[in-house]
């Protein structure tokens, strides 16, 4: 399998470590808006080679992995699937716009792509895709984050949110998902996964709350419908260099990654 990697910070720069050892991988390339970011870690691989850009790529790849921001994902999906190439999508918030969602889904159909959306930083959303196909009547996702988290996040200035005087936990956001994937474009990609997954952006309440004491990421998922009631708590150890990502959604990359190569699906 050739893949590239598009994005070189935490989760792809884990991502690729875990992708050089594979031995069903043959080539890994990879690419960042920071060329050197990308040239710096091909340097530490065996199979890992830094390009200026994606496109030129897509005639050799057989899987594209979206590690980078909503933005980048919106712009390149359409690109991608359109070619007829897998993509694996981490900023899943780049999903949130129904038209759009409905338009690329189309198109991959009609190449015969697949998108590919790990579980990420939350667990729970097995037993949300099985209740999916009964009636669901309530999903909430309430995520606590440590306040530096959410550093220079426009939301909180614009509603005069300082966090530096948060000293206790404090609800900052309340309202549907769809909103709050606008708001929180690199901090809540969960709640798109689960909004997806589930009964809808506009359906889909979202708490965010940001606690000065915690030094996880966590996020607790209820899901209420005729089949019963789902409650799941995931508290994420985030990275050292970049607090608003946790290590799961890593790790998440590198399972689904595995499955695809191995093509093993137990647990779906």
């Known amino acids: 399998m050739r893949l590239a990697i598009i994005g070189c910070g935490s989760i792809g720069g884990e991502l690729a470590e875990a992708a050089d050892e594979m031995a069903e991988v043959k080539r890994i390339y990879l690419t960042d808006q920071r060329g050197l970011a990308a040239e710096a870690l091909a340097s530490r691989l065996k199979k890992a080679v830094a390009i200026r850009s994606i496109e030129p790529e897509l005639y050799h790849c057989d899987l594209v992995i979206e590690a980078a921001s909503q933005a980048a994902a919106g712009d390149l999906i359409p690109k991608v699937v359109g070619r007829g190439v897998d993509m694996m999508i981490m900023s899943v918030s780049a999903l949130a716009d129904d038209d759009y969602r409905k338009n690329v889904y189309e198109t991959a159909r009609n190449t015969g792509a697949r998108i590919l959306v790990p579980s990420g930083a939350v667990c729970g959303t097995d037993g949300l895709s099985s209740a999916s196909v009964g009636r669901i009547d309530e999903v909430e996702l309430t995520t606590t984050k440590n306040p530096e988290s959410l550093l ?65 990421n966590s996020h607790e998922l209820i899901v209420k419908g005729e089949f019963g009631e789902i409650v799941s708590r995931t508290s994420n150890v985030p990275y050292l260099n970049n607090q608003s ?13 595995k499955r695809v190569i191995r093509n093993d699906w137990v647990g779906i």
């Open 245 to 257: 990502t946790s290590h799961l959604a890593a790790l998440s990359a590198i399972s689904a990654l």
């Open 152 to 216: 220079d996040v426009p939301y909180l200035k614009d509603n005069g949110i300082d966090i530096s005087k948060i000293d206790r936990p404090t609800v900052i956001y309340e309202g549907t998902a769809r909103e709050a994937v606008k708001l929180f474009p690199k901090n809540v990609n969960v709640a798109a996964t689960v909004s997806i997954m589930g009964i809808g952006f506009d359906r889909t309440k979202v708490k965010i709350v940001l606690d000065p004491a915690t030094r996880s």
